[in-house]
Protein backbone atom coordinates (compact mmCIF):
# COMPACT_ATOMS: atom_id res chain seq x y z
CA UNK A 1 0.00 0.00 0.00
CA UNK A 2 1.73 2.83 -1.11
CA UNK A 3 0.57 6.75 -0.25
CA UNK A 4 1.74 9.30 -3.12
CA UNK A 5 2.72 12.54 -2.65
CA UNK A 6 1.69 15.61 -5.33
CA UNK A 7 1.43 19.34 -5.75
CA UNK A 8 2.22 22.02 -7.56
CA UNK A 9 6.35 23.33 -8.64
CA UNK A 10 7.57 25.01 -5.41
CA UNK A 11 5.09 23.81 -3.04
CA UNK A 12 7.47 21.76 -1.03
CA UNK A 13 6.56 18.24 -1.28
CA UNK A 14 10.55 17.31 -1.98
CA UNK A 15 11.47 18.84 1.36
CA UNK A 16 8.51 16.90 3.19
CA UNK A 17 9.35 13.86 1.59
CA UNK A 18 12.74 13.53 2.63
CA UNK A 19 12.20 14.71 6.26
CA UNK A 20 9.29 11.31 6.47
CA UNK A 21 11.60 9.20 4.84
CA UNK A 22 14.90 10.32 6.64
CA UNK A 23 16.54 10.84 2.50
CA UNK A 24 18.25 13.02 0.71
CA UNK A 25 17.32 13.24 -2.74
CA UNK A 26 19.80 13.50 -6.02
CA UNK A 27 18.88 15.97 -8.29
CA UNK A 28 17.59 13.73 -11.10
CA UNK A 29 18.38 14.02 -14.62
CA UNK A 30 16.12 13.08 -17.42
CA UNK A 31 12.47 12.88 -17.94
CA UNK A 32 11.13 13.54 -14.26
CA UNK A 33 9.90 10.05 -12.91
CA UNK A 34 8.28 8.46 -9.42
CA UNK A 35 10.66 8.05 -6.33
CA UNK A 36 10.04 5.44 -4.03
CA UNK A 37 10.35 6.08 -0.01
CA UNK A 38 9.76 4.50 3.36
CA UNK A 39 8.49 6.84 5.91
CA UNK A 40 8.64 5.23 9.79
CA UNK A 41 5.60 5.82 11.31
CA UNK A 42 5.42 8.00 14.05
CA UNK A 43 3.35 7.49 17.28
CA UNK A 44 3.85 8.34 20.75
CA UNK A 45 2.13 4.93 22.11
CA UNK A 46 5.21 2.95 20.99
CA UNK A 47 7.17 5.33 22.58
CA UNK A 48 5.50 4.82 25.82
CA UNK A 49 5.56 1.36 25.46
CA UNK A 50 9.13 1.04 24.93
CA UNK A 51 9.96 2.98 27.78
CA UNK A 52 7.77 0.58 30.16
CA UNK A 53 9.30 -2.63 28.80
CA UNK A 54 12.54 -1.29 28.02
CA UNK A 55 12.99 -4.17 25.24
CA UNK A 56 16.15 -4.73 23.38
CA UNK A 57 14.79 -4.85 20.12
CA UNK A 58 12.42 -1.92 18.82
CA UNK A 59 10.36 -1.66 15.19
CA UNK A 60 8.22 0.54 14.66
CA UNK A 61 5.54 0.47 11.34
CA UNK A 62 6.52 1.84 8.42
CA UNK A 63 4.75 2.79 5.36
CA UNK A 64 5.73 2.74 1.63
CA UNK A 65 5.79 6.74 -0.06
CA UNK A 66 6.26 7.75 -3.52
CA UNK A 67 6.67 11.28 -4.51
CA UNK A 68 5.13 12.04 -7.94
CA UNK A 69 6.51 14.50 -10.24
CA UNK A 70 5.23 17.99 -10.17
CA UNK A 71 2.09 18.65 -11.69
CA UNK A 72 3.06 20.90 -14.78
CA UNK A 73 1.05 22.35 -17.86
CA UNK A 74 3.09 19.96 -20.16
CA UNK A 75 2.98 16.66 -17.72
CA UNK A 76 -1.06 17.31 -17.32
CA UNK A 77 -1.72 17.87 -21.05
CA UNK A 78 1.14 14.63 -22.10
CA UNK A 79 -1.11 12.62 -19.41
CA UNK A 80 2.17 11.23 -17.60
CA UNK A 81 1.25 12.09 -14.03
CA UNK A 82 -2.34 10.67 -13.89
CA UNK A 83 -0.50 7.18 -14.96
CA UNK A 84 2.39 7.80 -12.00
CA UNK A 85 -1.07 8.63 -9.74
CA UNK A 86 -2.90 5.84 -10.78
CA UNK A 87 -0.42 3.52 -9.27
CA UNK A 88 -0.80 4.07 -5.73
CA UNK A 89 -3.54 3.82 -2.87
CA UNK A 90 -4.00 7.31 -1.16
CA UNK A 91 -2.46 11.03 -1.83
CA UNK A 92 -1.32 13.09 -0.18
CA UNK A 93 -1.49 16.75 -1.73
CA UNK A 94 1.18 19.11 -0.75
CA UNK A 95 -0.11 22.41 -1.25
CA UNK A 96 1.86 25.85 -1.01
CA UNK A 97 0.34 27.84 1.77
CA UNK A 98 3.57 30.36 2.63
CA UNK A 99 4.71 33.44 1.39
CA UNK A 100 8.81 33.83 0.23
CA UNK A 101 9.55 36.32 -2.75
CA UNK A 102 12.69 34.06 -3.34
CA UNK A 103 10.86 31.05 -4.64
CA UNK A 104 8.28 31.32 -7.64
CA UNK A 105 4.71 30.26 -7.84
CA UNK A 106 3.30 28.95 -11.06
CA UNK A 107 0.11 30.93 -10.81
CA UNK A 108 2.07 33.96 -9.94
CA UNK A 109 0.65 34.34 -6.71
CA UNK A 110 0.23 32.24 -3.16
CA UNK A 111 -3.48 31.34 -3.43
CA UNK A 112 -3.51 27.61 -1.29
CA UNK A 113 -7.55 26.92 -2.04
CA UNK A 114 -7.44 27.89 -6.04
CA UNK A 115 -4.36 25.60 -6.38
CA UNK A 116 -6.69 23.27 -4.47
CA UNK A 117 -9.77 23.59 -6.66
CA UNK A 118 -7.52 23.42 -9.49
CA UNK A 119 -5.43 20.20 -8.51
CA UNK A 120 -9.12 18.64 -7.88
CA UNK A 121 -10.42 19.71 -11.14
CA UNK A 122 -7.81 17.82 -12.87
CA UNK A 123 -8.10 14.58 -11.00
CA UNK A 124 -12.50 14.99 -12.05
CA UNK A 125 -11.43 16.13 -15.75
CA UNK A 126 -8.96 12.67 -15.70
CA UNK A 127 -11.91 10.54 -14.62
CA UNK A 128 -14.14 12.12 -16.75
CA UNK A 129 -12.32 11.43 -19.80
CA UNK A 130 -11.43 8.08 -18.95
CA UNK A 131 -15.14 7.23 -18.50
CA UNK A 132 -16.13 8.89 -21.54
CA UNK A 133 -13.61 6.38 -23.52
CA UNK A 134 -14.70 3.19 -21.64
CA UNK A 135 -18.28 3.67 -22.24
CA UNK A 136 -17.64 4.55 -26.20
CA UNK A 137 -16.30 1.18 -26.48
CA UNK A 138 -19.08 -0.73 -24.11
CA UNK A 139 -21.41 0.82 -26.22
CA UNK A 140 -19.60 -0.50 -29.56
CA UNK A 141 -19.22 -3.55 -28.18
CA UNK A 142 -22.29 -4.05 -27.37
CA UNK A 143 -23.77 -3.20 -30.50
CA UNK A 144 -21.89 -6.52 -32.01
CA UNK A 145 -22.93 -8.87 -29.47
CA UNK A 146 -25.14 -8.76 -26.01
CA UNK A 147 -23.20 -9.31 -23.14
CA UNK A 148 -24.58 -9.13 -19.79
CA UNK A 149 -21.45 -8.43 -17.78
CA UNK A 150 -20.77 -5.43 -19.77
CA UNK A 151 -24.07 -4.39 -19.77
CA UNK A 152 -23.66 -4.15 -16.22
CA UNK A 153 -20.46 -2.16 -16.28
CA UNK A 154 -21.81 0.09 -18.96
CA UNK A 155 -25.18 1.00 -16.68
CA UNK A 156 -21.98 1.54 -13.74
CA UNK A 157 -19.81 3.77 -15.59
CA UNK A 158 -22.73 5.86 -16.76
CA UNK A 159 -24.35 6.17 -13.52
CA UNK A 160 -20.42 7.31 -12.41
CA UNK A 161 -20.24 9.47 -15.00
CA UNK A 162 -23.26 11.30 -14.32
CA UNK A 163 -22.20 11.71 -10.73
CA UNK A 164 -18.71 13.00 -12.00
CA UNK A 165 -20.72 16.04 -14.07
CA UNK A 166 -21.75 17.55 -10.55
CA UNK A 167 -18.19 17.74 -9.24
CA UNK A 168 -18.02 14.94 -7.28
CA UNK A 169 -15.24 12.85 -6.81
CA UNK A 170 -15.97 9.13 -7.16
CA UNK A 171 -14.94 8.30 -3.57
CA UNK A 172 -18.51 9.46 -2.53
CA UNK A 173 -19.83 6.60 -4.23
CA UNK A 174 -21.73 4.10 -2.57
CA UNK A 175 -20.83 0.88 -4.63
CA UNK A 176 -20.95 -2.34 -4.06
CA UNK A 177 -18.52 -5.32 -3.83
CA UNK A 178 -19.88 -6.33 -7.48
CA UNK A 179 -19.11 -2.69 -8.30
CA UNK A 180 -15.82 -2.67 -7.39
CA UNK A 181 -15.32 -6.07 -8.81
CA UNK A 182 -16.31 -4.19 -12.31
CA UNK A 183 -13.88 -1.63 -12.10
CA UNK A 184 -10.86 -2.40 -9.65
CA UNK A 185 -8.55 -2.30 -12.20
CA UNK A 186 -9.52 0.85 -13.93
CA UNK A 187 -7.50 4.17 -13.28
CA UNK A 188 -9.56 5.88 -11.75
CA UNK A 189 -8.36 8.60 -9.39
CA UNK A 190 -10.86 10.29 -7.53
CA UNK A 191 -11.47 6.95 -5.91
CA UNK A 192 -8.42 7.45 -3.69
CA UNK A 193 -8.91 8.97 -0.49
CA UNK A 194 -7.11 12.53 -0.52
CA UNK A 195 -5.22 14.76 2.18
CA UNK A 196 -4.58 18.24 1.72
CA UNK A 197 -1.14 19.43 3.23
CA UNK A 198 -0.78 23.17 3.61
CA UNK A 199 2.79 23.79 3.70
CA UNK A 200 2.61 27.28 5.94
CA UNK A 201 5.48 29.61 7.50
CA UNK A 202 6.52 29.09 10.60
CA UNK A 203 4.56 32.08 11.67
CA UNK A 204 1.54 29.91 9.73
CA UNK A 205 1.56 27.30 12.56
CA UNK A 206 -0.47 28.63 14.92
CA UNK A 207 -2.59 29.60 12.69
CA UNK A 208 -6.32 27.64 11.98
CA UNK A 209 -8.10 30.04 9.48
CA UNK A 210 -6.77 28.08 6.59
CA UNK A 211 -8.14 24.86 8.17
CA UNK A 212 -11.06 26.92 9.18
CA UNK A 213 -12.29 27.96 5.24
CA UNK A 214 -11.34 24.18 3.93
CA UNK A 215 -13.74 22.47 6.77
CA UNK A 216 -16.82 22.38 4.37
CA UNK A 217 -15.27 21.17 1.66
CA UNK A 218 -13.33 18.40 3.27
CA UNK A 219 -16.37 17.25 4.67
CA UNK A 220 -18.14 17.37 1.56
CA UNK A 221 -15.41 15.44 -0.43
CA UNK A 222 -14.68 13.26 2.12
CA UNK A 223 -10.73 14.80 2.25
CA UNK A 224 -8.08 15.09 5.07
CA UNK A 225 -6.54 18.43 5.84
CA UNK A 226 -3.79 19.63 8.09
CA UNK A 227 -0.93 22.19 8.56
CA UNK A 228 2.83 21.45 8.23
CA UNK A 229 5.67 23.52 7.74
CA UNK A 230 8.13 21.37 5.91
CA UNK A 231 10.74 23.85 6.63
CA UNK A 232 10.33 23.44 10.26
CA UNK A 233 10.12 20.17 10.14
CA UNK A 234 13.27 19.72 8.47
CA UNK A 235 15.23 22.11 11.13
CA UNK A 236 13.46 19.67 14.00
CA UNK A 237 14.79 16.34 11.73
CA UNK A 238 18.45 18.01 12.03
CA UNK A 239 18.62 18.01 15.89
CA UNK A 240 20.17 15.30 17.08
CA UNK A 241 17.88 13.65 20.32
CA UNK A 242 14.35 13.73 20.77
CA UNK A 243 14.74 15.78 24.10
CA UNK A 244 15.88 18.86 21.66
CA UNK A 245 12.87 17.82 18.99
CA UNK A 246 10.88 18.14 22.00
CA UNK A 247 12.28 21.33 23.33
CA UNK A 248 11.99 22.77 19.70
CA UNK A 249 8.51 22.10 19.79
CA UNK A 250 7.44 23.48 23.07
CA UNK A 251 9.33 26.87 21.91
CA UNK A 252 7.07 26.96 19.20
CA UNK A 253 3.98 25.79 20.89
CA UNK A 254 3.27 23.12 19.43
CA UNK A 255 1.89 19.85 20.98
CA UNK A 256 1.92 17.81 18.41
CA UNK A 257 4.90 17.05 16.01
CA UNK A 258 3.12 17.24 12.47
CA UNK A 259 4.69 13.98 11.11
CA UNK A 260 2.71 12.52 14.10
CA UNK A 261 -0.56 13.84 12.30
CA UNK A 262 0.46 13.27 8.89
CA UNK A 263 1.79 9.49 9.64
CA UNK A 264 -1.75 9.21 11.16
CA UNK A 265 -3.82 10.62 8.42
CA UNK A 266 -2.13 8.61 5.60
CA UNK A 267 -2.89 5.35 8.32
CA UNK A 268 -6.56 6.20 8.17
CA UNK A 269 -6.50 7.05 4.18
CA UNK A 270 -5.19 3.80 3.82
CA UNK A 271 -7.86 2.28 5.97
CA UNK A 272 -5.08 1.22 8.35
CA UNK A 273 -4.78 0.28 11.90
CA UNK A 274 -1.64 -0.60 13.91
CA UNK A 275 -1.81 -2.96 16.98
CA UNK A 276 1.52 -3.61 19.18
CA UNK A 277 3.29 -6.92 20.59
CA UNK A 278 5.42 -6.31 23.56
CA UNK A 279 7.82 -7.76 25.80
CA UNK A 280 11.53 -7.55 27.02
CA UNK A 281 12.88 -9.11 23.58
CA UNK A 282 10.94 -6.71 21.37
CA UNK A 283 7.79 -4.02 21.44
CA UNK A 284 6.62 -3.92 17.40
CA UNK A 285 4.01 -1.87 15.86
CA UNK A 286 2.30 -3.84 13.70
CA UNK A 287 -0.13 -2.46 10.49
CA UNK A 288 -3.67 -4.56 9.62
CA UNK A 289 -6.48 -3.55 7.79
CA UNK A 290 -9.54 -1.88 9.51
CA UNK A 291 -11.75 -4.54 11.06
CA UNK A 292 -9.49 -7.09 10.74
CA UNK A 293 -10.35 -10.28 12.69
CA UNK A 294 -7.90 -11.46 15.28
CA UNK A 295 -6.25 -14.30 13.08
CA UNK A 296 -5.69 -12.16 10.16
CA UNK A 297 -3.62 -9.85 12.67
CA UNK A 298 -2.21 -13.02 13.75
CA UNK A 299 -1.24 -13.40 9.81
CA UNK A 300 0.31 -9.73 10.14
CA UNK A 301 2.72 -10.98 12.29
CA UNK A 302 3.58 -14.86 11.17
CA UNK A 303 1.31 -16.96 8.27
CA UNK A 304 2.02 -20.09 10.75
CA UNK A 305 0.17 -17.69 13.71
CA UNK A 306 -2.87 -17.67 11.25
CA UNK A 307 -3.16 -21.02 9.98
CA UNK A 308 -2.64 -22.32 14.07
CA UNK A 309 -4.43 -19.86 15.55
CA UNK A 310 -6.36 -20.81 18.70
CA UNK A 311 -6.67 -18.01 21.08
CA UNK A 312 -5.08 -13.63 21.26
CA UNK A 313 -4.58 -12.62 24.17
CA UNK A 314 -5.75 -8.42 24.54
CA UNK A 315 -4.28 -5.51 26.78
CA UNK A 316 -5.90 -2.10 25.98
CA UNK A 317 -3.22 0.18 25.63
CA UNK A 318 -5.22 3.04 27.69
CA UNK A 319 -5.84 0.76 30.19
CA UNK A 320 -2.17 -0.45 30.33
CA UNK A 321 -0.83 3.33 30.80
CA UNK A 322 -3.50 3.69 33.45
CA UNK A 323 -2.68 0.63 35.43
CA UNK A 324 1.21 1.11 34.83
CA UNK A 325 2.30 -2.62 34.57
CA UNK A 326 1.22 -5.90 32.97
CA UNK A 327 0.67 -7.12 36.65
CA UNK A 328 -1.68 -5.07 38.07
CA UNK A 329 -4.15 -4.61 34.56
CA UNK A 330 -4.38 -8.52 35.33
CA UNK A 331 -5.28 -8.13 39.31
CA UNK A 332 -7.68 -5.46 37.44
CA UNK A 333 -9.22 -8.04 35.54
CA UNK A 334 -8.41 -6.32 32.55
CA UNK A 335 -6.83 -9.04 30.94
CA UNK A 336 -8.81 -10.16 27.80
CA UNK A 337 -8.79 -13.91 26.13
CA UNK A 338 -10.42 -13.57 22.64
CA UNK A 339 -11.24 -15.81 19.95
CA UNK A 340 -11.26 -15.61 16.11
CA UNK A 341 -14.19 -13.57 16.22
CA UNK A 342 -12.50 -11.01 17.68
CA UNK A 343 -11.99 -7.45 16.07
CA UNK A 344 -8.63 -6.14 16.31
CA UNK A 345 -9.22 -1.97 17.73
CA UNK A 346 -6.38 0.44 17.34
CA UNK A 347 -3.69 0.46 19.70
CA UNK A 348 -4.58 -3.05 20.83
CA UNK A 349 -1.62 -5.15 22.66
CA UNK A 350 -1.59 -8.80 21.33
CA UNK A 351 -0.24 -11.69 22.22
CA UNK A 352 -1.23 -14.71 19.86
CA UNK A 353 -1.76 -18.73 20.91
CA UNK A 354 -1.40 -20.65 18.07
CA UNK A 355 -0.11 -24.54 17.66
CA UNK A 356 1.01 -26.00 14.22
Request: charged share 30%.
Amino acid sequence: MKIGIIGLPQTGKKTLFQVLTGSKLQELTGPPKPVPGVATIVDKRFDRLVTMYQPKKETRARIDLVLLPKMEQESIAKGDIFRDISDVDALCHVVRAFEDEAIYHAAGSVNPLRDVAMVNSELLLHDQVFLEKRIERLQTALKKIKDERQGRELELMQRMQTHLEQEQPLRLMDLSEEDDLLIRSYPLITRKQLILVFNVSEDGLSDTSLLDQVRDLCAAQRMEAMTVSAKVEAEIALLDSEEERQEFLRDLGIEEAALEVLTRLCLKALGRISFFTVGKDEVHQWLVRLHSSAPVAAGAIHSDLQKGFIRAEVMKYDELMAYGSEAELKKAGKFYVQGKDYIVVDGDILNIRFNI
